[in-house]
């Protein structure tokens, strides 16, 4: 969601805000997080609840009703009027935890998943009154359904947790514009769609609402998701719940070197944003592991253990996108040497981005993006076999905040097409090499430069437009310009020394 068109989202996340006082963010994300979700639950159910009363013969507490049209159902005292109700009772924690228990209950789907400690002390009652006053708005009748109000606001909540919790912030949320772009760039139109690192899901909603503005229908891919952290992976099993995306998440949270929940899983596309350069992955205990098929990644870092962990998953014609720390395209430490070099030796690389710095909340490093693709020559697209596209986008971006850079759609289609160029597809026109922004380049040429794979290298520097102002002409303006620069410092040298002088700092 770019920020200039947010209205609504904005303004509710500064009144929400404000009633979160001296609560650390961390925690307050699941306080109001949970609240969203219980209001969303609620008026998708009230809205067929009262259409039920409506219908003859009909009953509106039957549940079969509800669960026929996907819709949770919502028992008398989690239903959002009880709760604003007593919105302004010293107990309205409890009221919340037991319509919580309830939901989940009545909701196997929900089991383990919603936030149950609004009665706990520390949560001072009467702004937990304010917030529920706050979100006492339309989020999941059909109308807000079809604007995806929810989504939204949840969405830009959880980016502004991210933001506000800075390095932490990055295990359950990619920003917008990086994950829009790996999504355009793959294009995941139908078949199985995988994050074997999938945060709060923010892959899996893009990519629901990729098929959906290019007119393919919602079920057309599954997917297909694990998460370590267990607070994570309730806010994903959340937002996925919020949109109607049925995802397979795993019984529980799970870490993937160690305890992969889909084994057998061969999927279409990959989309990730591994944790960067995590030391503590507990490599040395998985050496002998079926996945490390081009070599043993180092116990010291787990960026290559992502990349073969992807690999192994990938269908015979699947593509992945994921984003890794810059170190990455160019190490040179025995392990990931050889396991790079095999890599492009096998003609799996297919394209390499370079982004610019600042675009995440957890690290100011600057990252890149690989794609990986198991068949270059597939059906309807060019023969790409021997050839890698290098795509450097460091200049790419605009600043939304002091820290923060976006890339705006114009940026993320001028990437996309120029991918899809390359690939033969022929509604994004004819593929050029650029000066200083991309090149296709032939294997034997990456194999001469050490399989190193930063873009800059072979992209080169890009053409300055010819200056027709002749030398002679440009020293003299330049030289006279710097004489009255000189003549403006000594002026104001001279009005500082009297200024000093006058209150007797002679120097």
């Not at 267990?230 to 996925?240: Q, R, S, V, Y």
């Not at 084994?263 to 996945?291: C, H, M, V």
């Not at 995440?360 to 270059?376: D, G, M, R």
């Not at 790409?384 to 600043?399: S, T, V, W």
Request: glycine share 8%; charged share 30%.
């Amino acid at each position: 969601m770019a920020t200039a068109n947010i209205g609504f989202e904005e303004k509710l996340w500064s009144m929400a805000d404000k009633l979160r006082g001296s609560m650390d963010a961390a925690e307050y994300k699941h306080v109001a997080l949970g609240l969203l979700f219980l209001k969303y639950v609620s008026d998708a159910f009230e809205e067929k609840y009262e259409a039920l009363k409506n219908e003859p013969y009909a009953d509106p507490e039957d549940r079969d009703e509800y669960v026929a049209e996907n819709i949770f159902w919502v028992p008398k005292e989690a239903r959002w009027r009880h709760i604003k109700d007593n919105a302004k009772k010293p107990e309205i924690g409890q009221t919340i935890d037991n319509a919580m228990i309830a939901i989940e209950k009545e909701n196997p789907s929900l089991k383990g998943v919603l936030p149950k400690d609004y009665a706990r002390p520390a949560l001072d009652k009467t702004r937990l009154g304010e917030v529920i006053d706050l979100f006492s708005f339309k989020v999941g009748d059909e109308e807000s359904r079809s604007k995806d109000v929810l989504g939204r606001v949840y969405e830009y909540f959880l980016s502004k947790f991210a933001s506000a919790e800075g390095k932490n912030g990055g295990e359950f949320y990619t920003p917008n514009s990086v994950v829009r772009l790996l999504v355009e760039m793959i294009q995941p139109f139908k078949g199985r769609v995988y994050d074997p690192c999938c945060g709060s899901g923010g892959m899996f909603v893009q990519s629901e609402k990729f098929v959906e503005e290019h007119q393919g229908r919602i079920g057309d891919i599954a997917v297909y998701g694990q998460e370590s952290n267990p607070t994570t992976w309730k806010l994903c099993k959340m937002n996925l719940a919020i949109r109607g995306i049925d995802g397979n998440l795993g019984e529980h949270h799970a870490d993937t070197f160690h305890n992969d929940l889909h084994k057998n899983l061969k999927a279409d596309y990959i989309l990730a944003n591994p944790p960067f350069n995590i030391s503590d992955w507990g490599g040395e205990r998985l050496t002998d592991d079926a996945r490390w098929t081009y070599g043993v990644p180092p116990a010291g870092n787990a960026n290559y253990a992502w990349i073969q962990h992807i690999v192994n998953k990938l269908a015979p014609s699947g593509v992945a996108g994921f984003v890794l720390a810059n170190g990455s395209m160019s190490t040179s430490t025995t392990a990931e040497f050889e396991i790079r070099s095999k890599l492009v030796n096998a003609d799996l690389v297919d394209c390499i981005v370079t982004l610019p710095g600042q675009l995440f909340y957890s690290t100011q490093i600057p990252v890149c993006l690989w794609f990986i693709a198991k068949n270059k020559a597939p059906k309807g697209l060019r023969d790409r076999r021997g050839e890698i596209l290098f795509i450097d986008a460091r200049k790419m971006g605009h600043m939304v905040d002091r820290t923060h850079r976006e890339l705006s759609t114009e940026d993320i289609r001028k990437i996309a097409d120029t991918y899809h160029a390359w690939r033969g597809q022929a509604e994004a026109g004819q593929y050029e090499d650029v000066k200083g922004f991309c090149k296709a380049v032939k294997l034997a040429e990456v194999q001469e430069h050490e399989y190193i794979l930063t873009p800059g290298r072979y992209v080169g520097i890009e053409d300055v437009e010819e200056d027709s102002e002749p030398f002679e002409d440009k020293m003299a303006r330049l030289t006279s310009e710097l004489a009255e620069q000189f003549a403006k410092s000594r002026q104001l040298e001279d009005e500082i020394r009297k200024r000093l002088g006058g209150i007797g700092f002679e120097f």
